[in-house]
């Protein structure tokens, strides 16, 4: 794995089918992209797991995991799209969408037209997340710049 490489990938989560690679969302931590990183409250536990346990469960809450094989992959388990969607479609149409703005986080009204502007869903507007830790970076900086005027 290239240590020099801060990309950070989110996979969809499972359905009631197996789906590639984890079946999870999963969030690649790589060394050097993580070196910053510090998880603050509130405290999510996470364990390490196998891609066969993480595949054995359907959390009913957001779920948090090292990946045994690797620990720098830290995978997110969303109980469904509709979860996943509320947690990443604004991240999605800030640094993804062709259609949105690049300047600034979206408000809901604004989320919400371009979600239905596309013919999609909270679900389905957006399933492949691979940001890099500067991009999520980014969109925290925005988004707490936008909260504080």
Not at 25 to 46: C, F, N, S
Not at 101 to 114: F, I
Request: proline share 6%; hydrophobic share 45%.
């Amino acid at each position: 794995m290239d240590s020099d490489d801060d990309t950070i990938r989110i996979k969809p989560p499972r359905k009631r089918r197996r789906l590639p690679w984890l079946g999870a969302a999963a969030l690649l931590l790589i060394a050097g992209g993580a070196a910053g990183l510090v998880l603050t409250r509130p405290a999510i536990p996470i364990d390490t797991e196998t891609e066969a346990q993480i595949d054995a469960t359907q959390p009913c809450a957001v779920k948090v995991s090292r990946f045994a094989a690797d620990p720098a992959i830290v995978v997110i388990d969303f109980p469904g799209l509709l979860e996943q969607g509320l947690t990443l479609d604004r991240v999605a149409a800030l640094v993804e969408k062709a259609t949105t703005p690049r300047d600034r986080v979206l408000d809901d009204v604004a989320l919400n037209e371009a979600i239905t502007a596309c013919g999609d869903t909270i679900e389905s507007y957006y399933y492949g997340h691979d940001y890099k830790a500067a991009d999520l970076a980014r969109f925290f900086a925005l988004r707490r710049k936008t909260a504080c005027t």
